[in-house]
């Protein structure tokens, strides 16, 4: 668990993450991170959830319809 202080930034808010987290994240600076809202908080992730619905959705639809396009792939 860390404990992240809230700090104030020019006119805005923002945290410092330490490094052990970033090592955790394989967050690098200037990479952008993604705060998901889970039931119990937030969630902090490099992976874009819109993108991992879109790799969800397209490997469904590969393993409903897999068998054409091995048959066109002939």
């Given at each position: 668990?860390?404990?992240?202080?809230?700090?104030?930034?020019?006119?805005?808010?923002?945290?410092?993450?330490?490094?052990?987290?970033?090592r955790h994240l394989?967050?690098?600076?200037?990479?952008?991170?993604?705060?998901?809202?889970?039931?119990?908080?937030?969630?902090?992730?490099?992976?874009?959830?819109?993108?991992?619905?879109?790799?969800?959705?397209?490997?469904?639809?590969?393993?409903?319809?897999?068998?054409?396009?091995?048959?066109?792939?002939?």
């Amino acid at each position: 668990m860390f404990a992240l202080k809230i700090r104030k930034v020019g006119s805005s808010l923002g945290v410092v993450l330490p490094k052990e987290m970033l090592r955790h994240l394989h967050a690098k600076a200037g990479q952008t991170l993604f705060a998901i809202e889970t039931p119990i908080g937030y969630a902090i992730s490099r992976h874009d959830p819109k993108v991992q619905n879109q790799i969800e959705a397209g490997e469904a639809f590969l393993d409903r319809y897999g068998d054409v396009f091995k048959s066109l792939a002939k």
